[in-house]
Structure formats: structure tokens, C-alpha cells
T-cell receptor, first 110, second 115 residues
Framework: DAKTTQPPSMDCAEGRAANLPCNHS???????VYWYRQIHSQGPQYIIH???NNETNEMASLIITEDRKSSTLILPHATLRDTAVYYCIVKNNAGNMLTFGGGTRLMVKP | GAVVSQHPSRVICKSGTSVKIECRSLDFQATTMFWYRQFPKKSLMLMAT?????????EQGVEKDKFLINHASLTLSTLTVTSAHPEDSSFYIC???????????FGQGTRLTVV
């Protein structure tokens, strides 16, 4: 599976949009982009995933560039409860294993 | 999304004893389950992959005789840490995938402390 690069940390003001970038320049054509988050001392929580089209659900939006080499997770109105480590993971659906990198520690501040 | 339940959430055991952690998929059939370990301020590290009814596949460096994994049904996998030592103290997390889901779902994790 392709490797991803994320900034180690980001801050966001409560109520503002949080935009979390992810670089995956070696992504293959059959690999999906998955986003999970981990709140302190809990298991990871699935957020969203996509192949090439932008995706939106009740938690977030996923914007994937046309060349698929990078993506951005958008939390439209961040709350204090969104403070967590956010992981961007690339994998194909034939292999179910998720490989976690360092992620981005998002701190939402009042 | 689907629910994966892990039990216990927290356990303290004496050095040399064994501890069993359960992972259940509550509303879907999990054809594949994964076990991860996470040390403080580190990312999740995959320990092993198990498919229902077959032997688990362990990652390099993970002792299969120490970390026994059983996936006897489509809704239950267990991880037994045998002869636990203080260095086995960690956060253990399971995840499951299967059914109509492309994504994997995670349990809430088990904090193991070996004293």
C-alpha cells in the first residue's frame, strides 16, 4: 500500500472548518483513501473514504485532487470533541489491513 | 456504521499470568479481524490478521506462541497474552471487516497493565 504524509499537528478554532491535508503521491489506481480518527484512549473511528470522487457524509468531506496524489479531510464546523489524531491511510480493497502512520494531531481550541 | 465490541476495556494482571481479550462484531459477520498494539504516544502497530476458521498470520517480530489468536466464529476473535511481562503492558485494539462493508471498524481498545 502507498505511503502517506501528514503534518504532525494542527490547531483549529472551535466553529471553524478544519482542513487536514494528506499527501499520497505514490497512490495506485486501485487504492482508496481512508480517514480514521482516534480520540485519546479509544479505538480508531472510521470517518470517510473515497477512490477519486469527492465524498461527503454526516461527519466530514473528503476532497481528492484530480491526480489523486493528495487529499484533504474537511470538518466543516469543528467542535472541541473533534480534538483527536487523524489518520490518512491508502489501501486497496483487496487487502483489508490498515497500516497506520503518524497521523495529524488536531487540537480544536475555544 | 457497524459496532465492534472489545472486552475488557482495562485489565491489570500479575507478571507470569495470562490474559484473554475478546473482540466481537455485534451486527455483522467479520470474515477478517485484526489485532493492533499501541504504545504511549505512538501509532497503531499491526500484530496479526485472522480469518475465521483458519490460523492467524502474524507480523514480523510478533511471537505467535506468546500472543495466541483464535477466530473460531464470524463474530468473535480472542487474543490471549500468555505469560505476560511488564513490557507487554500496552493498549491492544481489534478491528473487524466483512459483510457489505469496505471499511474496517475498531473496538474501543483494552489497556493492559502487567505488574
Amino acid at each position: 500500500d502507498a505511503k502517506t504524509t501528514q503534518p504532525p499537528s494542527m490547531d483549529c478554532a472551535e466553529g471553524r472548518a478544519a482542513n487536514l491535508p494528506c499527501n499520497h503521491s505514490t497512490i495506485s489506481g486501485n487504492e482508496y483513501v481512508y480517514w480514521y480518527r482516534q480520540i485519546h484512549s479509544q479505538g480508531p473511528q472510521y470517518i470517510i473514504h473515497g477512490l477519486k470522487n469527492n465524498e461527503t457524509n454526516e461527519m466530514a468531506s473528503l476532497i481528492i485532487t484530480e491526480d489523486r496524489k493528495s487529499s484533504t479531510l474537511i470538518l466543516p464546523h469543528a467542535t472541541l470533541r473533534d480534538t483527536a489524531v487523524y489518520y490518512c491511510i491508502v489501501k486497496n480493497n483487496a487487502g483489508n489491513m490498515l497500516t497506520f502512520g503518524g497521523g495529524t494531531r488536531l487540537m480544536v481550541k475555544p | 456504521g457497524a459496532v465492534v465490541s472489545q472486552h475488557p476495556s482495562r485489565v491489570i494482571c500479575k507478571s507470569g499470568t495470562s490474559v484473554k481479550i475478546e473482540c466481537r462484531s455485534l451486527d455483522f459477520q467479520a470474515t477478517t479481524m485484526f489485532w493492533y498494539r499501541q504504545f504511549p504516544k505512538k501509532s497503531l502497530m499491526l500484530m496479526a490478521t485472522s480469518n475465521e476458521g483458519s490460523k492467524a498470520t502474524y507480523e514480523q517480530g510478533v511471537e505467535k506462541d506468546k500472543f495466541l489468536i483464535n477466530h473460531a466464529s464470524l463474530t468473535l476473535s480472542t487474543l490471549t497474552v500468555t505469560s505476560a511481562h511488564p513490557e507487554d503492558s500496552s493498549f491492544y485494539i481489534c478491528s473487524a471487516t466483512g459483510g457489505s462493508f469496505e471499511e474496517a471498524f475498531f473496538g474501543q481498545g483494552t489497556r493492559l497493565t502487567v505488574v
